[in-house]
């Protein structure tokens, strides 16, 4: 299923597999709508567009089924939930949320651009472990294919690096930086470890799982570019 924006999402196969069953899309914004639109042509039955935000759904009502989690809480098990909400951070509060209403993981759906890399899919965002297992391979890879990984902040002319590490990957930057013109001139683990002193061309994220709530919160204190190490390594 491509957005409409043309970005390639994992829906399809849930589509396929949803005919006949009952489904409800969590997310009362421009992305639940559309897919709910989507599923109205592939002949998914949708239940309702549930949402924790009342003013939203009341605006909806006239044009589609809604419903809040406490409306659907005494037959909760009957339903598919799809997760139709772009921001990783509150996905998970979501996902958590349905999990304390006792919607079982299995019947989560939570579509995921699929544009990062071939080992790239939803459970990078959501289990550290293998999040970082995967981001070694992808680095594997493109060391296995002669890729430098310097020729990318060469080519963008970043010099002076802030790195916002993790233990797990302790090292891997600064090995592949060596003989080149690069400096990591500070590695930090927390967001209050950077400061507005803190003088750079970049900062690389090397935590992949919680990028985007470490990307918005250096936003506030920086202008300098915010880089995931993905973004790096695909180069």
């Not at 005494?74 to 999990?99: C, G, M, P, T, W």
């Amino acid at each position: 299923m491509k957005d409409l924006n043309g970005v390639e999402y994992n829906l399809d196969d849930f589509i396929s597999y949803a005919r006949g069953k009952k489904t409800v899309i969590f997310g009362a914004g421009k992305y639940g709508k559309y897919i709910y639109e989507i599923f109205r042509e592939n002949r998914v039955e949708v239940c309702a567009i549930c949402d924790n935000n009342r003013e939203k759904l009341d605006s909806l009502k006239e044009k589609y089924p809604v419903s809040t989690l406490e409306d659907l809480k005494d037959s909760i098990e009957e339903y598919y939930f799809v997760i139709a909400i772009v921001r990783i951070e509150i996905v998970k509060v979501i996902r958590n949320q349905l999990n304390h209403y006792g919607v079982k993981p299995d019947k989560i759906v939570i579509p995921f651009s699929d544009i990062k890399s071939d080992y790239y899919d939803g459970l990078v965002m959501f289990d550290s472990e293998y999040g970082v297992q995967a981001l070694k391979e992808q680095w594997r890879c493109a060391r296995q294919g002669n890729g430098r990984i310097a020729d990318y902040f060469e080519l963008n002319d970043l010099y002076v690096l802030i790195v916002f590490g993790i233990d797990e990957l302790k090292g891997w930057l600064e090995q592949d930086l060596l003989n080149s013109g690069i400096i990591i001139k500070k590695i930090i683990n927390k967001i209050d470890e950077f400061t507005e002193a803190d003088e750079c061309d970049a900062v690389v994220v090397l935590d992949e799982v919680n990028y985007e709530v470490i990307e918005e919160k250096l936003m506030q204190r920086t202008k300098v570019p915010i880089i995931s190490i993905w973004d790096v390594i695909r180069f």
